[in-house]
């Protein structure tokens, strides 16, 4: 069974496909990130689908790398009797979906073996397959897959089975496109020139980056895993590719990340800015400002990669789940949760990317802004299920506190700095309740601490924020008491973990990980705090958890040396992006102040309407 290390990304902005070690995609949902998946054996075995390419009788890979600057992956393995490489990319989505695959021989001869077991709708569906010249069709119902090849193919067992055999210079490419079994039947890919074409789109795309410095190269492995998760036709960006991979293996914390969560806003919209990709910023400041428009008090702390809002948690029992952990699921329900976080991400990342503007006084989201403002005025007060979506009961969890806070600082500032309308006073009154709150019973006096929620013990890595978002200064004695206590008290082996599950009843059996984000968080905080040395080390330490192609997923088992929880996760990559900025530029910026940028952003003027109904 692959560890989930094992698994390479490729994707062409609409959905993505892991490939394992072994020359296995055991995941692709098609045709969007959200689809059903025709290949699933990530989560069950072979039977749920996958398509292997490799040298009969292989397994693990000799080596594997990206294409300098592409996410088009180069597996090589080398044999007694020669050497070869599988080249494996997604051309950018046109009219159909294709998953490109070309077998060259680099020396030698080498027995080729591939398997191609299609399995619609989570592997549940085994489609009606009818074999031509080059190829085969496969349809059930809705979908519809067309495999192009010059190599031999012949049924076997349900699958389809192509043996082969490459010399040196050969060249076998197999092209699988996904197209509404409705349409017509589509014409082949050249699988030469979609690769040229594919390497020219993300040459140009990496070229964009104004990166440089020590940690050049895992920022633009990192930047290149997020593009890959960014759904083109709305500017969503998924959480991760994958469903139900496990945070604790056997276990049941096993969850849907196929969506798009808005507490992602700020980190985001900072990392991409820093980096120069302004369009990126501006295209998921778009989906934030449709995915919120309507009644403020209807937001939602997910949704769909299109803004849907209704993503009802389905189990699908036919699975085993990743080395058995089950159940398998998808949707999500902890979307329609109450999480007052949310707000304050929302309007601190509007107002990170109005400070990042030419003109910030004519911001057109403002109403919106307003309207979330005026909601929060009377929730903030409100127990809720906190950022870590708690499923035990609703408490005063001191983080959303302090995101209360913050929206009502963002709302002050844009209406003292950028004379945009609205009650200052009263909005600048409530600022200072909520600040007078959340030190007097959000902080643990005896053991100079802040805790996890009003009345608790409990320790929270979320607390590590505070600084960052500007509610106190990183030289203040409570947030050095808090980083001191995360430290000695909410880590393994030096990462840091979400919180104590159980002791935080957080309504589920089982442990899990360290979470990565938060341990990223630590070396904000560190080095905001004047101890740059323990940051550089903490953040080196947490670059070799990478798998050997820069993937980071959600948590890392300290005592198992694993990855652990959904891959590639973009919780984990976006604040890689930003402790490598704040380490380059030596110091800790707050969450609304933009990082060193190489170009100025004109991100407030981009929306579309901005009345509510």
């Given at each position: 069974?692959?560890?989930?290390?094992?698994?390479?990304?490729?994707?062409?902005?609409?959905?993505?496909?892991?490939?394992?070690?072994?020359?296995?995609?055991?995941?692709?949902?098609?045709?969007?990130?959200?689809?059903?998946?025709?290949?699933?054996?990530?989560?069950?075995?072979?039977?749920?689908?996958?398509?292997?390419?490799?040298?009969?009788?292989?397994?693990?890979?000799?080596?594997?790398?990206?294409?300098?600057?592409?996410?088009?992956?180069?597996?090589?393995?080398?044999?007694?009797?020669?050497?070869?490489?599988?080249?494996?990319?997604?051309?950018?989505?046109?009219?159909?979906?294709?998953?490109?695959?070309?077998?060259?021989?680099?020396?030698?001869?080498?027995?080729?073996?591939?398997?191609?077991?299609?399995?619609?709708?989570?592997?549940?569906?085994?489609?009606?397959?009818?074999?031509?010249?080059?190829?085969?069709?496969?349809?059930?119902?809705?979908?519809?897959?067309?495999?192009?090849?010059?190599?031999?193919?012949?049924?076997?067992?349900?699958?389809?089975?192509?043996?082969?055999?490459?010399?040196?210079?050969?060249?076998?490419?197999?092209?699988?496109?996904?197209?509404?079994?409705?349409?017509?039947?589509?014409?082949?890919?050249?699988?030469?020139?979609?690769?040229?074409?594919?390497?020219?789109?993300?040459r140009e795309w990496t070229?964009?980056?104004?990166?440089?410095?020590?940690?050049?190269?895992?920022?633009?492995?990192?930047?290149?895993?997020?593009?890959?998760?960014?759904?083109?036709?709305?500017?969503?960006?998924?959480?991760?590719?994958?469903?139900?991979?496990?945070?604790?293996?056997?276990?049941?914390?096993?969850?849907?990340?196929?969506?798009?969560?808005?507490?992602?806003?700020?980190?985001?919209?900072?990392?991409?800015?820093?980096?120069?990709?302004?369009?990126?910023?501006?295209?998921?400041?778009?989906?934030?400002?449709?995915?919120v428009a309507g009644d403020?008090?209807?937001?939602?702390?997910?949704?769909?990669?299109?803004?849907?809002r209704r993503l009802p948690?389905?189990?699908?029992?036919?699975?085993?789940?990743?080395?058995?952990?089950?159940?398998?699921?998808?949707?999500?329900?902890?979307?329609?949760?109450?999480?007052?976080?949310?707000?304050?991400?929302?309007?601190?990342?509007?107002?990170?990317?109005?400070?990042?503007?030419?003109?910030?006084?004519?911001?057109?989201?403002?109403?919106?802004?307003?309207?979330?403002?005026?909601?929060?005025?009377?929730?903030?007060?409100?127990?809720?299920?906190?950022?870590?979506?708690?499923?035990?009961?609703?408490?005063?969890?001191?983080?959303?506190?302090?995101?209360?806070?913050?929206?009502?600082?963002?709302?002050?500032?844009?209406?003292?700095?950028?004379?945009?309308?609205?009650?200052?006073?009263?909005?600048?009154?409530?600022?200072?309740?909520?600040?007078?709150?959340?030190?007097?019973?959000?902080?643990?006096?005896?053991?100079?601490?802040?805790?996890?929620?009003?009345?608790?013990?409990?320790?929270?890595?979320?607390?590590?924020?505070?600084?960052?978002?500007?509610?106190?200064?990183?030289?203040?004695?409570?947030?050095?008491?808090?980083?001191?206590?995360?430290?000695?008290?909410?880590?393994?082996?030096?990462?840091?973990?979400?919180?104590?599950?159980?002791?935080?009843?957080?309504?589920?059996?089982?442990?899990?990980?360290?979470?990565?984000?938060?341990?990223?968080?630590?070396?904000?905080?560190?080095?905001?705090?004047?101890?740059?040395?323990?940051?550089?080390?903490?953040?080196?330490?947490?670059?070799?958890?990478?798998?050997?192609?820069?993937?980071?997923?959600?948590?890392?088992?300290?005592?198992?040396?694993?990855?652990?929880?959904?891959?590639?996760?973009?919780?984990?990559?976006?604040?890689?992006?930003?402790?490598?900025?704040?380490?380059?530029?030596?110091?800790?910026?707050?969450?609304?102040?933009?990082?060193?940028?190489?170009?100025?952003?004109?991100?407030?003027?981009?929306?579309?309407?901005?009345?509510?109904?």
């Amino acid at each position: 069974m692959p560890e989930i290390s094992d698994y390479a990304l490729v994707g062409d902005l609409h959905t993505a496909a892991l490939i394992s070690t072994s020359g296995s995609i055991d995941w692709l949902c098609l045709p969007n990130f959200d689809s059903p998946a025709c290949f699933a054996a990530l989560l069950d075995t072979p039977n749920a689908g996958r398509w292997l390419l490799a040298p009969a009788g292989a397994h693990k890979c000799t080596r594997r790398r990206y294409r300098a600057g592409t996410l088009i992956l180069e597996t090589d393995w080398e044999t007694a009797d020669g050497s070869v490489r599988v080249t494996d990319f997604m051309p950018i989505r046109d009219d159909a979906a294709d998953m490109v695959r070309i077998v060259e021989g680099l020396s030698g001869s080498v027995q080729m073996y591939g398997e191609l077991c299609l399995r619609f709708d989570y592997g549940h569906i085994v489609p009606w397959v009818r074999r031509g010249d080059h190829g085969l069709t496969a349809v059930a119902g809705p979908d519809a897959a067309y495999l192009s090849t010059e190599a031999p193919l012949k049924g076997r067992d349900m699958r389809t089975v192509s043996e082969f055999t490459v010399r040196a210079g050969d060249q076998v490419p197999f092209v699988l496109r996904w197209l509404p079994s409705s349409s017509p039947t589509p014409p082949k890919t050249d699988a030469a020139k979609a690769l040229q074409t594919t390497e020219d789109f993300w040459r140009e795309w990496t070229g964009r980056s104004r990166m440089e410095g020590k940690y050049k190269d895992a920022v633009e492995r990192s930047l290149i895993t997020l593009k890959g998760l960014i759904y083109s036709p709305t500017g969503g960006i998924v959480a991760a590719p994958t469903t139900s991979l496990p945070e604790d293996p056997g276990g049941a914390r096993n969850w849907d990340y196929r969506f798009c969560w808005l507490r992602d806003a700020t980190l985001t919209l900072q990392s991409l800015l820093a980096a120069g990709y302004v369009d990126e910023a501006a295209a998921w400041r778009e989906w934030l400002l449709r995915a919120v428009a309507g009644d403020p008090s209807q937001l939602q702390i997910m949704y769909g990669i299109d803004g849907t809002r209704r993503l009802p948690e389905i189990e699908l029992p036919w699975l085993s789940g990743f080395e058995g952990s089950k159940p398998v699921r998808t949707g999500n329900a902890a979307a329609p949760q109450l999480q007052l976080d949310v707000w304050g991400e929302v309007l601190d990342g509007l107002s990170l990317t109005r400070a990042a503007s030419r003109d910030g006084s004519s911001d057109d989201s403002w109403d919106i802004q307003v309207a979330l403002m005026e909601f929060l005025e009377g929730a903030w007060d409100r127990p809720d299920n906190g950022l870590w979506e708690m499923r035990g009961p609703r408490r005063h969890n001191t983080h959303s506190k302090v995101m209360a806070w913050v929206a009502a600082d963002r709302m002050v500032k844009g209406i003292q700095q950028y004379g945009l309308p609205g009650p200052e006073k009263r909005w600048s009154a409530l600022r200072a309740t909520i600040h007078k709150d959340v030190m007097t019973h959000g902080y643990d006096s005896e053991r100079n601490t802040f805790v996890q929620s009003y009345g608790s013990k409990e320790l929270d890595a979320s607390l590590l924020l505070i600084p960052r978002v500007g509610f106190l200064p990183h030289d203040h004695p409570r947030v050095i008491g808090t980083v001191d206590a995360i430290q000695e008290h909410l880590t393994e082996d030096g990462f840091v973990l979400r919180y104590h599950p159980q002791a935080s009843n957080d309504g589920l059996p089982g442990t899990e990980g360290v979470f990565l984000a938060c341990s990223f968080w630590l070396v904000d905080a560190l080095l905001g705090i004047g101890r740059r040395q323990e940051a550089e080390a903490l953040f080196e330490r947490l670059l070799d958890l990478r798998n050997d192609v820069g993937l980071l997923s959600e948590e890392w088992d300290p005592k198992n040396q694993r990855q652990l929880g959904n891959t590639p996760q973009a919780f984990s990559h976006f604040p890689l992006i930003h402790c490598a900025l704040q380490l380059q530029h030596g110091r800790s910026r707050h969450s609304d102040t933009p990082l060193p940028s190489p170009e100025a952003a004109n991100l407030s003027q981009t929306g579309r309407g901005n009345g509510r109904s």
